[in-house]
């Protein structure tokens, strides 16, 4: 007996196949959505409010340092996909 799969639900199980080496396969479509320097300061001075200092790029998250004006500076960790703010 066959079951019918949807082009969703086998792009899907694609993007979870392990490739030679024994790693997940990466999802393409994710590493193509990732968001802008100047969009990762926005959400983090929506945040934190401040000025923003320095905006580095560190794997999958921004690193933004961020002058608030009580004189406190803080590092604000952006999700370079989704823009969700931690710190």
Do not use: C, E, P
């Amino acid at each position: 007996m066959f079951a019918s799969l949807s082009s969703n639900a086998v792009t899907t199980l694609g993007n979870k196949l392990n490739d030679s080496q024994g790693m997940w396969v990466q999802d393409k479509q994710k590493k193509a959505k990732k968001i802008t320097k100047a969009q990762a300061a926005r959400q983090a001075t929506r945040s934190y409010a401040g000025k923003v200092l320095k905006v580095d790029l560190k794997g999958d998250y921004y690193r933004v340092k961020v002058h608030q004006s009580s004189g406190r500076v803080v590092f604000v960790m952006v999700d370079a996909y989704t823009g969700k703010v931690s710190r």
